[in-house]
């Protein structure tokens, strides 16, 4: 039926007067059948409806904050994202302080005779 009928499109009912004529016709163009004719991206980036767009962080933040518990859910989710973060620093801190301190032991000398062999050296002085 899409390939015999005209493509499908807006009409003069009340539901559809909630779309702006720029949108209308954004989706319009959107439709034409044959696709030689439709816009590129870029000409439709141009077309009037996405210029005066707000950036979208903008439509999603107003959108979710009109569902508080989903806005909630968003605002938790960076609280544990950042505490993921904070976790992440602090385990490497933890990674290279231990790192260091095993240098420090592997350093060490537990040869019994080279230690009594170092103090009989200094009993000499």
């Not at 539901?15 to 816009?39: G, I, N």
């Not at 210029?51 to 989903?70: D, F, Y």
């Not at 350093?107 to 002085?125: H, R």
Request: charged residues 35%; glycine residues 2%; contains cysteine.
């Amino acid at each position: 039926m899409t390939l015999q009928n005209a493509p499908p499109g807006f009409d003069d009912s009340d539901h559809d007067k909630k779309f702006s004529k720029s949108f209308k016709h954004m989706v319009a163009t959107c439709l034409v059948k044959d696709p030689r004719k439709r816009p590129t991206t870029e000409k439709l980036l141009k077309h009037p409806f996405f210029k005066h767009a707000k950036p979208p962080e903008v439509s999603v933040k107003k959108l979710l904050a009109k569902s508080p518990k989903v806005w909630n859910g968003v605002k938790t989710l960076d609280q544990f994202d950042e505490h993921i973060v904070q976790s992440k620093k602090l385990i490497a801190e933890e990674e290279a302080s231990s790192s260091q301190y095993q240098r420090g032991i592997s350093a060490w000398n537990f040869d019994i005779e080279d230690l009594k062999a170092l103090l009989s050296d200094d009993d000499d002085d």
